[in-house]
């Protein structure tokens, strides 16, 4: 059965630190690895990846995709308040577009 | 904001009643998928809609169908409704079925079912 599954469930940091999240799949038929970071109601999208070793960034915010050991991470860099939320790393399967989302990390950055 | 729309925001049913949820999808995407959110998971895919036709059902009832009009917004409908159907239903579109296009969500329609 198709899983994904992400680390830590939770973390509590202080403002300034980094943190990485991290992601692992098992999936047939892959497409892509997305993240996603949910605040209230919409996860906002943040990455999409689909090639081995490449990392793409968004200002404090990068992310990499590791095919061989089927896994993802998601790194932020000197952390802020506005940071805290729900992280999802979700994989895409087949030729449906059928998202498979992580049970999410929910992150808490403290002032 | 992705322009993608759901409506209502909130809503309460009674078990066994029946809801229809709307989606707006953003302009230009021809595509909508929808997902159950139970507190602290993550979304579950329901089923995509693309062109109108169902397209990729996960692991759900058939009291869980969907429709797709011309214009690409969609609905869920639940009958039957039972206490596990509360959730959070978020509505996703894209530009195409698949070939890696991102995933757009709307801001979600919260359902409880007493």
């Known amino acids: 059965e198709d899983k994904v599954v992400q680390s830590p469930l939770s973390l509590v940091v202080h403002e300034g630190d980094t943190v990485t999240l991290n992601c692992s799949y098992e999936v047939t038929n892959f497409r892509s690895l997305l993240w996603y970071k949910q605040e209230k109601k919409a996860p906002t999208f943040l990455f999409m990846l689909t090639s081995s070793g490449i990392e793409k960034k968004s200002g404090r915010l990068s992310s990499i995709l590791d095919k061989k050991e089927l896994s993802s991470i998601l790194n932020i860099t000197a952390t802020q308040t506005g940071d805290s939320a729900i992280y999802l790393c979700a994989v895409e399967s087949g030729n449906t577009g059928k998202l498979i989302f992580g049970q999410g990390t929910t992150l808490q950055v403290k002032p | 904001e992705t322009g993608v729309t759901q409506s209502p925001t909130h809503l309460i049913k009674t078990r066994g009643q029946q809801v229809t949820l709307r989606c707006s999808s953003q302009?230009?995407?021809?595509?909508v998928s929808w997902y159950q959110q139970a507190l602290g998971q993550g979304p579950q895919f329901i089923f995509q809609?693309?062109?109108?036709?169902?397209?990729g059902r996960g692991n759900f009832p058939p009291r869980f169908s969907g429709l797709q009009f011309p214009n690409y917004s969609s609905e869920l409908n639940v009958n039957a409704l039972e206490l596990d159907d509360s959730a959070l239903y978020l509505c996703?579109?894209?530009?195409?079925?698949?070939?890696?296009?991102?995933?757009?969500f709307g801001p979600g329609t919260r359902l409880t079912v007493t």
């Open positions: 302009s230009g995407h021809n595509t």
């Open positions: 996703a579109s894209s530009l195409q079925a698949s070939g890696t296009y991102e995933q757009y």
């Open positions: 809609y693309y062109r109108e036709e169902e397209n």
